[in-house]
Every structure is written in C-alpha cells, then in structure tokens.
C-alpha cells in the first residue's frame, strides 16, 4: 500500500537559503494539499491543487512560497530566503474530488518534512 | 483568533478511563472530522460527521456532531495506551478540504 510519501523527512537550513520539499501523492488521487503545522498546533491550509491547476492559496503563503504540480502527479513546494518563523512541519496531503455528498472528501496525509531553520 | 476551539489541550488518564474531548466553534460547518496523530507522522482520517445531530461509533470511540453543527464531541470508553495521540477536530465551511480548519488539537496520554 503506497500511500502519500514526503521528502526529505527533516531539513535543517540556515536562515536565508532556500529549500524544496517533494510530495508524490496516491497514484489515483487528483487533489493535492499543503499544510503547515507547528508545534502545539493544528495544521494550516496552504495551497492546493487540482491536477495541475493551483486553485486556492491562503493568505499565510507569502511571495517566498511557490508550489508546483507540473504533470499533475508529484508536488514541490519551495521555500525562499528561509526565516526562523518557516520552521515547521509541512504536511502534504491527497484525495478524489468528491462526488457530490456534502463532506466525503478524505485526506490522506504524508509523514511530513521537519524543517528546522537556524 | 482560532475558529476551532479544542478542550481539553492536554489530558494523561489510566488505561480503562473514559474521557471526552470537546470541539467548539461559533461557526457553522457542513461537515466535521475527527483526526490522530502520532508523533512525526502525518494526521489520520477517524471519521467524518456531516448532519446536526449525528452520532457516529467507531469501536470504544463515539462521535457526535452539534444540533447546530458548530460543535462536536469525541468520547472515548475505556480507553488503552493505543489511544495515546494527538487528536484534531477540523470543520469544512464548504463541502472540500480546501476550506479545512484544524482544531488546536488534544494530546492524549494514557498510561498503564
């Protein structure tokens, strides 16, 4: 059972260097989400996709954060000029668009990348 | 400000207690889901409940969602150390995830 796999597990970085994080979501789930969490915290929305097309980003999503979903399979999600507020765990997630029943759609959730910026 | 509300934050119980663990909001939701999480490892699906009223059993856990669908409830029976976790209520606004708000989240501890 293949489920929804994140690389790299931990990143350490330095402040101002910029890092990527890959999602390769379940192979027949066509949405695609981001998430931070922070310790003590639930997790926040980012982005999301549907196939290849961003449809939402929330406001937390700063000019520094760009995600992509090129062939509509795996996700990279690019931090800029890291800053010690980026440190977090970031959580992808996937799913089927729902099919029209209020509240059937099901997130399944990676493992998440640990980044830590110094 | 949070727009989920979770209480208790953190709760450590003997194995065989029972407990519950509350998720208020003042907005309404079309639909509210129960996750856990284990420490470095991503949030798991428990169940979703969608109608004012509803309640919803999943072995020793029960789940009820809000007359007015801004509050929910997870009691857990005689609870063991598998319970152990982070659980987090999150409320759709509209039918997609996109709309997702997480609860602040309760730590459960349970100990022999």
């Known amino acids: 059972d293949t489920g929804v796999s994140q690389n790299p597990r931990h990143k350490i970085t330095k402040r101002g260097q910029n890092v990527t994080f890959r999602c390769d979501p379940i192979?027949?789930?066509?949405?695609l989400y981001w998430y931070r969490q922070t310790l003590g915290q639930g997790p926040e929305f980012l982005t999301y996709f549907q196939n290849e097309a961003q449809l939402e980003k929330s406001r937390l999503l700063s000019d520094r954060f760009s995600a992509e979903r090129p062939k509509g399979s795996f996700s990279t999600l690019e931090i800029q000029r890291t800053e010690q507020g980026d440190s977090a765990m970031y959580l992808c997630?996937?799913?089927?668009?729902?099919?029209?029943?209020?509240?059937?759609?099901?997130?399944?959730f990676g493992s998440g990348t640990q980044l830590s910026v110094l | 400000t949070q727009l989920l509300e979770q209480s208790p934050q953190f709760l450590s119980i003997q194995e065989g207690e029972n407990l519950t663990v509350y998720c208020n909001s003042s907005?309404?939701?079309?639909?509210l889901q129960w996750y856990r999480q284990e420490p470095g490892e991503g949030p798991v699906l428990l169940v979703t409940v969608v109608t004012g009223g509803e309640v919803k059993k999943l072995k020793r856990l029960t789940f009820q969602f809000g007359d007015a669908r801004k509050d929910s409830s997870l009691h857990i029976t005689a609870a063991q150390p598998g319970d152990t976790g982070l659980y987090l209520c999150a409320g759709a606004l509209t039918g997609t995830a996109s709309k997702l708000t997480f609860g602040t989240g309760t730590r459960l501890q349970v100990t022999l």
């Open positions: 192979s027949e789930h066509n949405r």
């Open positions: 907005s309404v939701f079309s639909s």
């Open positions: 997630a996937s799913s089927v668009t729902p099919s029209g029943a209020r509240g059937n759609e099901k997130l399944f």
